[in-house]
Each structure stands twice: as C-alpha cells, then as structure tokens.
C-alpha cells in the first residue's frame, strides 16, 4: 500500500510558479511509480507528468513539457512537480497516484490516489 498527500496548491497570477508536493509511505513506496495527474470541473483526469521511485525515470505530457520538471527526494519520500510560466488553463484540481514500478498515463492504471490540491491561475 502506498499513502500519498498533495499540498503546494492555491491562487496565483498568470506566468507565476509553484511547486507542489506529494509526500508518499507505505510499504510499497520502494517499488512504486508516481505520477501527477489533475481535473478540471466538467473534464476527464489528465496525465501530466510522471517519475520512477528507484529508476527516477520521467515521461510528460506533451501539454506540460517545457514548463513542467517532476523530481523526487527519496530520503523524504516526497516527489515534486515543479510548474512554471502556469496559465488559466493549467487550472485543476491537482492529484498524485502511485502504481507498481512502471508509470503510466491513464488513470485506470493508478490504484493508490492523494486527496488533491487545488491550483487557481487567474488575473
């Protein structure tokens, strides 16, 4: 099992940044793949950047590529993801998700989920 906590979310202008974080435990934290999705009212969950736990191995999502770096800290079991230049459409309800070894960038193939942080870009 693999227990994940979102926070780093609020209101910020357009072309700001924030960092958010999700701090991971459990057992199979060692094992595990954690990736970043968010949700938008009226609009399916979306992909946006995952990592390796071990490998530290990344994919992104072609709409976050160039403003988005997805990191992790082993030692604080704690993974990263680093938003730059944030415009209106970046808003959503953020979510981390973690999975066997392996990310993936459906839903569906995430099994443990954090409660959300919530990002605001607006003037």
């Known amino acids: 099992q693999v227990h994940l906590v979102e926070s780093g979310g609020g209101l910020v202008q357009p072309g700001a940044s924030l960092r958010l974080s999700c701090a991971a435990s459990?057992?199979?934290?060692?094992?595990?793949?954690v990736s970043w999705f968010r949700q938008s009212p009226g609009k399916e969950r979306e992909f946006v950047a995952g990592?390796?736990?071990?490998?530290?191995?990344?994919i992104y999502a072609n709409s976050a590529r160039g403003r988005v770096t997805i990191s992790r800290d082993n030692a604080k079991n704690t993974v990263y993801l680093q938003m730059n230049n944030l415009k209106p459409e970046d808003t959503a309800v953020y979510y981390c998700?973690?999975?066997?070894?392996?990310?993936?960038?459906?839903?569906?193939?995430?099994?443990?989920w954090g409660q959300g942080t919530q990002v605001t870009v607006s003037s």
């Open positions: 998700a973690a999975r066997d070894w392996t990310v993936q960038t459906t839903p569906r193939d995430y099994n443990y």
């Open positions: 459990g057992p199979s934290i060692s094992t595990s793949a």
């Open positions: 990592i390796s736990w071990t490998a530290g191995a990344t």
